[in-house]
């Protein structure tokens, strides 16, 4: 057992959060992050009221752990965050300026509140709206990236500077990296990557298979990926840029979301789950630079157990 200012808090026994992943981090994968003890994420995107609320249900019947929801600022649905912050332990944000308004909001119905952040100045405007921890992206992540620089120049600034437990992400995926952000400060990391690949995803198997053989170098960030969401840097594997501008056809598959098949358009911000059909590589496959230490799919339960006894060893080989 690590314990930190974030475990105390959030009331978990592993120093990890799962990021959320609308369509890859299924509730299969949230509830096994929690029962394991992990801080397990679900996201709010792509999923309306009714179906947060089905969703909810689902992790409540499966899970004793903890677990919250995750919202993007650009498609936040107010009825949305009023379910998961009467329901879930963390209600967080992403991607858009830290809002105190909307932090009392959620923090009113009884959850604690994050914020994922990008830089010092948007880590300090977290803290200030009242957040109870705040995640620092550093720009190694997958996903979308919110700012420009790397994770350990700006988490020694941010880890100066803030009071609040303070979570690390990008880049994170095995147990050095782990026990390097525990020993610098941090209350937990933060993995998306890493559980691309775990047993209970939805990622396609042609997409894991792609992260499997990737080095940190065969990633790139890019505004490729927009269309549903322009203007917004996300790191990807750079094989699926090229194969998406290779295309010409406007619509390159289909998947299903929320029961109903839909088309995938070329340069799409949806990552191909295991339903999709189509051109998959030429979809936005998301990868941070965390990639390179992929080495095979696991269940969500022993990648927290691999990654929390091998920090644990590595922390107390340290401190001899
Ligand atoms: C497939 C994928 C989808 C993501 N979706 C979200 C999201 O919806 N909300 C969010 O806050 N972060 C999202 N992220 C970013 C993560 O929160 C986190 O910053 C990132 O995964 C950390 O880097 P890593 O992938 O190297 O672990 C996503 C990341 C990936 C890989």
Known sequence: ????????????????????????????????????????????????????????????????????????????????????????????????????????????????????????????????????????????????????????????????????????????????SLAAVLAAGCGAARMGTRFVASAESAAHPAYVKALLAASASDTCLTEAFSVMWPNAPHRVLRSAIAAAEALTEDVIGEMQLAGQSIPVQRLSVLAPTADTRGRIHAMALYAGESVANLTSVQPAAAIIAELVSGAEQLLRQAAR
């Open 1 to 176: 057992m690590i314990a930190t200012a974030f475990t105390k808090l959030v009331g978990v026994s592993a120093p990890i959060q799962q990021a959320s992943m609308p369509g890859i981090a299924t509730p299969e994968l949230v509830a096994a992050v929690a029962g394991a003890g992990g801080l397990g994420m679900l996201g709010a995107p792509l999923l309306p009221a009714p179906a947060l609320e089905a969703t909810l249900d689902q992790l409540e019947a499966t899970t004793r752990g903890v677990f919250g929801v995750n919202f993007l600022m650009p498609f936040l649905d107010p009825a949305c965050l009023e379910i998961a912050a009467r329901r879930a332990r963390v209600v967080e944000f992403f991607y858009g300026d830290p809002d105190p308004a909307l932090v009392q909001r959620a923090s009113a119905f009884g959850a604690l509140v994050s914020w994922q952040v990008g830089s010092l100045a948007e880590a300090a405007a977290a803290e200030r709206a009242g957040c109870n921890f705040i995640v620092v992206q550093g720009s190694e992540a997958g996903g979308h990236v919110r700012g420009a620089t790397s994770l350990l120049p700006l988490l020694s600034q941010v880890l100066e500077q803030c009071r609040v437990p303070v979570v690390a992400a990008g880049g994170i995926a095995t147990a050095r």
